[in-house]
């Protein structure tokens, strides 16, 4: 079993429409990431959160730490939100944070006109 | 902004041949990461950096080596490569355990 796993995989939706991706994740973390991937493009961070939520512009994403559980939303979609969206979790050793981040395989979206 | 560069978006080399892929960051970051991406397998840590001439080996160093001989630049080798080494390659840097910022990748193929 993957310690960080999305769902779902691959997601098609209407211009307009709501869009939730989710993240589960197993092990101790200092803090999630979601990431924003266009094809053939790099990797553009969108959020990095510990606690709560946060906000930023169409996109909110929640975190609940007791049930390692995280969702990104879209609002209002648009085809140019088509990307693969990439969770991933800061792990924690007995010494704290670390630098390494683990990685989900990804969402891709493809939002339709 | 924080810009990470790489040295080359597209690589096509032969087997056997040494590969140098570089990044650049212009934001005095002291970590830098070098990470492949594959289908179905997302990103692995190949190799990180936490400052100059300091590194460590991430989840899959095996055929890999990299250089940091100043904080802005970290270079990943590939002393020998071979076809399983054809992948994204992404480069990425951070300041202290925060948000890191990625470069564009290096689309490596090694015939």
């Known amino acids: 079993k993957n310690e960080v796993e999305q769902s779902p995989q691959n997601l098609t939706a209407q211009e307009g429409e709501f869009i939730t991706i989710n993240c589960s994740y197993s092990v101790g973390i200092s803090a999630l990431h979601w990431l924003q991937q266009h094809p053939g493009g790099g990797i553009v961070s969108l959020f990095m959160l510990s606690s709560g939520k946060k906000k930023h512009g169409r996109l909110i994403a929640t975190i609940n730490i007791q049930e390692k559980h995280s969702s990104l939303h879209i609002t209002a979609s648009h085809p140019r939100d088509s990307a693969v969206y990439i969770c991933a979790v800061g792990m924690l050793n007995y010494g704290g944070a670390t630098n390494k981040l683990i990685f989900g395989t990804g969402t891709l979206l493809a939002v339709q006109p | 902004d924080v810009k990470v560069t790489q040295s080359s978006r597209y690589l096509v080399k032969r087997t056997g041949e040494k590969v140098f892929l570089e990044c650049v960051q212009d934001?005095?970051?002291?970590?830098m990461f070098w990470y492949r991406q594959d289908p179905g397998l997302g990103l692995r840590l190949i190799y990180f950096s936490y400052d100059v001439k300091m590194k460590e080996k991430g989840d899959i160093p095996e055929g890999y080596s990299v250089s940091r001989e100043k904080k802005e630049r970290f270079s990943l080798i590939l002393e020998s490569a071979s076809t399983n080494q054809t992948s994204m390659y992404l480069c990425a840097s951070s300041l202290s355990w925060g948000e890191k910022f990625f470069g564009p990748g290096t689309r490596l193929t090694v015939l």
């Open positions: 934001m005095d970051h002291e970590n």
